[in-house]
């Protein structure tokens, strides 16, 4: 929702490196610029770009380790972004830097309909809650245990320790 990007994979697994602990806001240069241009960010033009001048100090410390930043762009949006350290044998050749693109180009397509998929798959379950809380509604007399049974069934979507349910009969609350 704020748009801004945290690291939620690392390598190697386990081991925190200044890779690993990386947050870039939304509105940060690098976003924007990866967003706008959708091609691979470099060390050296980050550091002689002009709009790079206005990152913060703290983000400019976070990512000066960073050698290549790789856009993840699916349906023409940012999705996500690659961020590589130096390469072990030299630097990143044009053919590197092609695989690259291709692999996150395929890799932003896969995650995205992973996203998609679990969106889904929250729906299909909001359904069914809904569907349940009818059939319990439709299928008692007594109002407690239909208030009961909906507020059950509630709590399996909504992520809350209790609810509760307030009746107005005229101007009283009970």
Same mark, same amino acid.
């Given at each position: 929702?704020?748009?801004d990007f945290?690291?939620?994979?690392?390598?190697?697994?386990?081991? +925190?490196?200044?890779?690993?602990?990386?947050?870039?806001?939304?509105?940060?240069?690098?976003? +924007?610029?990866?967003?706008?241009?959708?091609g691979l960010?470099?060390? +050296?033009?980050?550091?002689?770009?002009?709009?790079?001048?206005?990152?913060w100090?703290?983000?400019?410390? +976070?990512?000066?380790?960073?050698?290549?930043?790789?856009?993840?762009?699916?349906?023409?949006?940012l999705?996500?972004?690659?961020?590589?350290?130096?390469?072990h044998?030299g630097?990143?050749?044009?053919?590197?830097?092609?695989?690259?693109?291709?692999?996150?180009?395929?890799?932003a397509?896969?995650?995205?309909?992973?996203?998609?998929?679990?969106?889904l798959?929250?729906?299909?379950?909001?359904?069914?809650v809904?569907?349940?809380?009818?059939?319990?509604?439709?299928?008692?007399?007594?109002?407690?245990?239909?208030?009961?049974?909906?507020?059950?069934?509630?709590?399996?979507?909504?992520?809350?320790?209790?609810?509760?349910?307030?009746?107005?009969?005229?101007?009283?609350?009970h």
């Amino acid at each position: 929702g704020s748009e801004d990007f945290a690291v939620m994979f690392s390598e190697p697994k386990g081991k +925190e490196t200044s890779l690993s602990t990386i947050r870039l806001r939304g509105q940060s240069p690098i976003v +924007e610029y990866l967003r706008r241009e959708r091609g691979l960010l470099t060390r +050296e033009a980050l550091a002689i770009l002009p709009e790079f001048r206005a990152l913060w100090e703290q983000e400019r410390a +976070e990512v000066s380790d960073i050698e290549l930043f790789v856009p993840l762009i699916s349906r023409d949006k940012l999705i996500g972004i690659l961020a590589l350290d130096k390469k072990h044998s030299g630097r990143y050749s044009l053919e590197d830097l092609n695989l690259l693109e291709e692999v996150t180009n395929r890799v932003a397509v896969s995650m995205e309909k992973e996203y998609l998929r679990e969106r889904l798959r929250e729906r299909e379950e909001e359904l069914q809650v809904m569907n349940r809380s009818s059939i319990i509604i439709t299928s008692s007399l007594d109002i407690k245990e239909i208030y009961d049974s909906f507020i059950e069934e509630l709590k399996k979507v909504v992520d809350v320790n209790w609810a509760a349910i307030v009746l107005l009969e005229e101007s009283n609350i009970h």
